[in-house]
């Protein structure tokens, strides 16, 4: 059964770090897009950032180009999204998902590319406010 459930979400004030984690079982990680994306009130579900299959390519959203990056730990079962830098137009609920193949990112990441996706968690929220 695929599972993917994230963590790590909270209330940080601007300019602060955060560490998201999704664990992933019941497919090879590695044979999949993996990513984070984002969904504001009244806003458009986006993607924040992906790696792509067999050691593809990553991708960030423009905006979080510089402060975020996103990486699997040695297992390939447990995905991260660091964030730094935060600032309240990052306020969101955070999603992990993943999605069959695909070695570059941006076909599922990209504007509408995460109506996609086949597998999603549940999210996380994460609240960037002083």
């Known amino acids: 059964q695929v599972q993917l459930v994230e963590s790590g979400g909270g209330l940080v004030q601007p300019g602060g770090s955060l560490t998201l984690s999704c664990v992933v079982s019941?497919?090879?990680?590695?044979?999949?897009?993996i990513g984070w994306f984002r969904q504001a009130p009244g806003k458009e579900r986006e993607g924040v950032s992906c790696m792509g299959a067999s050691a593809g390519t990553a991708y960030y959203l423009w905006s979080v180009k510089g402060r975020f990056s996103i990486s699997k730990d040695n297992s390939r079962e447990m995905v991260y999204l660091q964030m730094n830098n935060l600032t309240p137009e990052d306020t969101g609920t955070y999603y992990c998902?993943?999605?069959?193949?695909?070695?570059?990112?941006?076909?599922?990441?990209?504007?509408?590319?995460?109506?996609?996706?086949?597998?999603w968690g549940t999210g996380t929220q994460v609240t960037v406010s002083s």
């Open positions: 998902a993943a999605g069959w193949g695909s070695s570059s990112a941006t076909y599922y990441c990209e504007g509408k590319g995460y109506l996609s996706m086949e597998y």
């Open positions: 019941g497919i090879n990680s590695d044979d999949h897009t």
